[in-house]
């Protein structure tokens, strides 16, 4: 068998079944049941699962989408702790029916219905924010006014918040604003063009009418960015060394566009997740707020919204003791009310997320929607707007109820103590805010936060199929996905996927099961993992034979070769971030300059990239390959 060379580029696209999700499916029931028939458990639990099994294998021979949908709100967390009891020796059992029910939930069988749900779940959480905006919220004022449980509780709240971002936005709120990640309103993903290059490059920019003064001082205040317009202004217009019409430059650099456009991405089977796409202006400033209040409620409250370990941390130690309680939110950014945030952030900041966010949408069919909420998933300070409403209302629970314990707030991620449990949700539910009863826990031996799931301190988080199988990275993916999960679980329970893992490397051509093989790694998409050992080759002078395995590594394609009658250097330069320079003058302490090094040039477009054979050495100690 020829192997494939060190530097070749791969095609990566198979022929493959268009039911291969419902085999690897069937064969992972197989690999749980018969664990499950092997184990000491009770006879009764044992009867109970063998026949929720046979239903489930029955649904696999039909290929049923229905019948799934019917048997997943049996196999959700609490409806298996209910069946299965809360004793320690059960986790194992609740994880085999986790695990089963959790395989295809996330799966695209019916795009186009959950399209519409979601669209039709976010109009009715409008009216939910409507309602709340005209009259709930007088309810809130009235038990702030004269109820003993809530006396003066929205000023306590407002005077939290208070502290934490400050009376007014300060004059270098925007200093750390970038480009966001995803597409904006003037872009098509489809073309890849949504790379920071392309956000600075491409214009005119887009940007809403409140938020135009904003941008164009942002822009006037970089001098680097101004002088990147000033060459393509000239350039555009054949004026190099004439006097600039400011009134016509800016006119040409910036389009008022007032709407935000309202899709949805994936989120499970059932229902997709709504998200606004935003001018990209006022994403950028928008990220600007954004990592100013993650600064600050990190600093003041010790939420740290760039790392979740703390709130997985919490969840294990909740499920172990009970004495922490896991609250999540249903549709949390989309049920952020504008009467919400008058009560409760400073008036001056309140003005100024006016001024950034999109005060309208145009949804998917034709026809605009004026927004009842602040804003939704999609602009830049959604999630750390609603970390900051729900941590003063978790600081505020606490102090009224005297708990004891740590709390913890991620977005709509919370973990309190279990005395300001009850206290909490009301108070949330009063600014109207939405619990989702599947998903919070206070009592019982489970707790999930933050994509970690526990039983009594054991981990169960379950192994979610969510795209669908095209190419080898993806078998890649889902095989060395499924070794992981076997790796992680409790060794006591003995489970192995030996016929799921064989049935995944059956679909791979030889050569990559050949060839593309090695000890697990951080990277799941390269090649397969195994124990099998890998191969000794001559290395180079100096080496002698070496231990090596060979990858499949994604490389994006660098396009060099993008100006279109005008030069895109100075928008090349405004990919360099800039550093603090060490300065011995005090005068000059706090100036910027460009990193001495590091190159920042490289052009791509998002998805597009091309699969090369790389081979790597692995270390060696005392003749095992770790």
Known sequence: MKFIKAGAKVREKLTLPKDLQWKIFGTLLDDLWRKTEMSSMSHEATVSSDALFARLKGIVRRRSIDDLIGIIPELTPRCIVERVGTERRNAFLFFVQYQAGAFLKKYPFRAKEAKKKAIAKFLSLERH???????????????????????NVLEEMRADIKRVIGECPPDDVFVRSKHGPGASVETDSSTGEVTEFFKFRNLPYYVTQQALPLAKGVIASDERWLGALDEWYRRRCDNLYGPIDLEDFWSRVFRVHNFSRITSVPKSFEIDRTIAIEPRLNVYLQLGVDRYFRRQINRFWGYDLDDQTWNQDCAYIG?????????????????????????????????????????????????????????????????????????????????????????????????????AYSYLIELLELLGFRVNEDKSFSDGPFRESCGKDYFLGIPVRPLFLTNKLRGISDLFYLHNSIFELERRLP??????????????????????????????????????????????????????????????????????????????????????????RQQSRPWEIGKR??????????????????????????????????
Not at 377 to 403: D, S
Not at 553 to 559: E, T, Y
């Open 129 to 151: 924010c409507a309602l709340f905006n005209v009259e709930n919220f007088r309810s809130v004022c009235k038990l702030n006014d004269w109820h003993e449980d809530f006396l």
């Open 319 to 419: 499920s172990l003791l009970g004495d922490l309680c896991t609250l999540d939110l249903a549709g949390a950014s989309d049920t952020v009310a504008l009467m919400c945030c008058r009560l409760l952030l400073p008036p001056a900041w309140f003005d100024l997320l006016l001024d950034l966010r999109c005060p309208a949408g145009e949804m998917p069919g034709g026809g605009t929607l004026i927004f009842e909420k602040m804003s939704s998933m999609g602009n830049g300070f959604t999630f750390a707007l609603e970390t900051l409403i729900f941590g003063a209302a978790v600081r505020t629970a606490v102090r009224r109820k005297k708990a004891t314990g740590p709390s913890c707030v991620y977005g709509d991620d919370i973990i309190v103590p279990k005395e």
């Open 491 to 580: 060794w006591e329970w003995g489970l192995d996927f030996s016929t799921t893992l064989g049935l995944i490397r059956k679909y791979l051509p030889p050569i990559y099961r050949e060839q593309f093989y090695g000890p697990p790694s951080e990277s799941l998409d390269t090649y397969l993992f195994s124990w099998k050992k890998p191969r000794e080759e001559k290395w180079g002078k100096g080496f002698g034979l070496a231990k090596c395995v060979y990858k499949l590594v994604p490389v994006a394609v660098d396009f060099e070769r993008l100006g279109k009658g005008y030069h895109d250097f100075h928008f090349r330069k405004l990919m360099a971030s800039l550093g603090e």
């Open 593 to 626: 300059t460009l990193p001495a090094k590091g190159n920042v040039f490289n052009i791509t477009k998002r998805s597009r990239v091309t699969l090369k054979c790389t081979r790597s050495r692995l270390p060696q100690w005392g003749g095992k390959v770790r």
